[in-house]
């Protein structure tokens, strides 16, 4: 997929139609756009992410995020992106357009797509519209639903999926993130993010569709206790998926309403330090960006107390869950032995077949005790050679949990966590929590005290309102935990319900005239898990060498990390580096720069193993680098990411003329961002090869 041109319109500091044309060059896949800090650079790529995810944009970077709570929430923060002289000059709208092509589409055929976003703040409507070789189309149309409208499920589920936007747009200096993830929610919000990019995702949902189908044809059969109790388990389900739903959609309005009041309270804030001028404004700054981190840190360990308290009585009843663990493995092998025997006796009786057919064409007379020989013989044999190392088991052995490999995984990630980690890290979290909150007391302490305790009737009815506003920030926090936990209930309970299910899909057989039917899903169910294993193993090997790769090409401290680990564990998946010892090396411990070199070679891996064909954005390319890590990025990674590399440089700081000539061949176009006045900046196409010498022409002459 290719991005041909970007227009803005009257977008923040981009005023009037300014438009940039990205069109393809044989071999030459890198665009350069740059210009001085402030000039807009970071602002052309937020236009890029708003245009594709509106009002969702905070979900791709903090970045944007923190810009939006900054501004009191996503409805203030948009009507701050028309260009402020077209707002002077009474424009009222502002948009971004995107045009693609060589996008492949499942069941739509076409060259060209464009997507347009328009925000009119005089109706504070938003707009998206998405044309298909110039029309709009009832693919998309029929996208829609009560969530969201067809074309941003277009957007999501056919161009690029929110989740792993990240990866396709980064700020280079920021990707240490990646390496920088500490508590359960980041693992599992990263760890959905691989699933999505690495195409597993696609293929557990597939299994599920596929089990789903041979559910409803075995209920066909099912008397009406057991319709009765599907129909129920069915309604439930969609119950309790509807109030997540219902409740997500609450705690997104929460969040806005208290971004909106946090807003509020913190300008009465500001207005009540300068008036009794006791800390400067930058300290209270400080003060406040210290102790959102520290809420936000609060609220993250308290959610992984509320986790480990669910694995205390697990770890209490240690000797219990070492005998169910001891059951479920014992149940794999059962499982295992009774494929196999089912195997062999199939292949057994093919054989057995066959040779008696052909005893019976040749001719040859064979009486009883010799055919039971051959017979007796022959399974002899299939036993010896195909599962003589399968273990006996009791006649009157029976399945009591009768796990998938997948629940069984997370049951033994779960037993070795208790024995290695449990208590340390139980330890630990208990301790970080008292600390934290220990310092969220002392600095909110200190901006209370920063206010006097004048008796100034519009200071005090300042006091009393931020009182009253700090009360109601208080009480959303609560009810968005409370919303929270019960969506974890209710996932919790959705969980148990499709397990009966499952049990009774397993118990159900189909009707006769549904038989055939139901063999070819059973079928394609166990072809497709057992793909899944295949595909995931595979999918590990191949991102552990893309990795590794990665690293090779592009650290000089060649041999730091001999070999890269992807471990996959029911719906996590962890990523660790070794050295030649073969010790786990710590990414935290790493430097700043080795940091960005692993996420980076991280982001080619991921990029590389991906279904996904999209241009990649890189803003801030090469900070944190020396000049031989730089050299390994210009030649190896940039011009290998992707069909299509977008980068935005601050010239002879993030990019030098060295560097830049060692991409040169490579670039197709590049663009200076020419700042007019301070309400207008535009784009200046410059041939590549003359870009160093226009940029000095401009700001050093």
């Known amino acids: 997929m290719i991005i041909k041109s970007i227009e803005l319109n009257n977008f923040r500091i981009y005023r009037g139609h300014n438009v940039v044309d990205l069109s393809p060059k044989d071999g030459q896949n890198i665009y350069v756009i740059s210009g001085k800090n402030g000039f807009g650079k970071t602002t052309f790529l937020m236009s890029l992410v708003w245009c594709l995810y509106g009002r969702q944009m905070h979900e791709v970077d903090d970045l944007y995020k923190r810009e939006i709570d900054e501004k009191g929430g996503y409805a203030k923060y948009i009507v701050t992106s028309l260009n402020r002289q077209a707002k002077a000059e009474e424009d009222t709208s502002f948009s971004v357009k995107l045009t693609l092509t060589d996008a492949i589409i499942p069941a739509l055929t076409c060259s060209e797509i464009t997507i347009k976003r328009t925000y009119n703040t005089r109706t504070a409507s938003e707009d998206l519209e998405i044309l298909i070789d110039g029309f709009e189309n009832e693919l998309i149309q029929g996208l829609s639903d009560e969530k969201a409208r067809g074309e941003e499920h277009f957007i999501r589920d056919y161009l690029l999926p929110i989740e792993i936007a990240k990866f396709f747009f980064f700020d280079a200096e920021k990707i240490v993130s990646l390496a920088e993830v500490n508590t359960n929610e980041q693992r599992k919000k990263l760890s959905r993010a691989y699933s999505e990019i690495l195409g597993i995702k696609k293929y557990e949902d597939t ?8 559910l409803r044809l075995r209920a066909r059969t099912a008397n009406a206790r057991e319709r009765g109790i599907i129909d129920t388990l069915d309604a439930e389900i969609t119950g309790f998926r509807d109030s997540i739903d219902s409740n997500t959609r609450k705690i997104e309005d929460l969040k806005n309403e208290r971004t909106a009041l946090r807003f509020e309270s913190d300008e009465i804030q500001k207005k009540l330090i300068r008036f009794n001028n006791l800390i400067t404004l930058e300290e209270l700054e400080v003060l406040r960006s210290t102790g959102q981190t520290l809420e936000t840190r609060l609220s993250e ?3 992984e107390l509320a986790k480990s308290y669910d694995l205390v009585p697990f770890a209490i009843a240690a000797s219990k869950l070492g005998e169910v663990v001891e059951q479920v493995n014992l149940e794999a092998e059962y499982k ?11 292949i057994e009786e093919k054989i057995l077949n066959g040779l008696s057919e052909e005893i019976h064409r040749s001719g040859i007379s064979t009486d009883d005790s010799l055919r039971d020989f051959y017979n007796t013989t022959f399974r002899k044999l299939i036993k010896e050679h195909l599962i003589s190392d399968a273990p006996d088991f ?3 052995f029976r399945l009591l949990h009768d796990l998938t ?8 990630t779960m037993v070795t966590n208790l024995k290695l980690s449990f208590r340390e890290q139980f330890k630990r979290l208990h301790f970080e929590y008292n600390q934290t909150r220990n310092e969220l007391i002392q600095i909110n302490r200190r901006i209370v005290e920063s206010e006097s305790l004048s008796e100034d009737a519009v200071v005090k009815a300042d006091r009393q309102r931020k009182r009253e506003l700090d009360e109601q920030i208080e009480s959303l926090a609560e009810q968005i935990g409370r919303l929270n936990q019960a969506n974890e209930g209710h996932q919790n309970s959705i969980v148990q319900r499709e397990k009966q299910l499952e049990g009774l ?3 159900l057989k ?4 549904d038989k055939e039917k139901d063999l070819l899903t059973e079928a394609l169910s166990q072809r497709l898990r057992d793909y899944i294993v295949l595909y995931k193993e595979r999918k590990k090997k191949s991102l552990e060498q893309q990795i590794l790769k990665g690293l090779g090409m592009l650290m000089h401290k060649k041999g730091f990390v001999k070999n890269v680990e992807v471990r996959i564990m029911g719906d996590l998946i962890e990523i660790e580096l070794y050295n030649k010892r073969g010790e786990v090396i710590l990414k935290e411990g790493l430097s700043k720069g080795e940091q960005q070199l692993y996420a980076t070679a991280l982001l080619y891996g991921l990029v590389e193993e991906s279904d996904f064909d999209f241009p990649v954005f890189i803003d801030s390319p090469m900070q944190k680098f020396d000049d031989q890590h730089a050299e390994n990025i210009v030649k190896h990674f940039y011009p290998s990411i992707a069909d299509q590399v977008i980068l935005f440089p601050l010239i002879n700081k993030e990019l030098s003329a060295r560097e830049y000539d060692l991409l040169l061949p490579r670039v197709a176009k590049s663009y200076l961002i020419i700042n007019k006045d301070s309400d207008e900046s535009g784009f200046e196409e410059v041939v590549p090869d003359q870009l160093f010498e226009r940029y000095s022409a401009l700001y050093h002459s």
């Open 394 to 396: 009791p006649a009157d």
């Open 336 to 346: 295992e032995v009774h494929y196999k025997q089912g195997n062999a006796s199939v």
């Open 301 to 303: 360990v308290q959610a």
């Open 510 to 513: 189909a009707s006769e005239q």
């Open 405 to 412: 490999e997948s629940e069984r995984a997370q049951l033994l």
């Open 207 to 214: 299994k599920t569709e596929i089990e789903e189908t041979q």
């Open 505 to 507: 899909r397993k118990k």
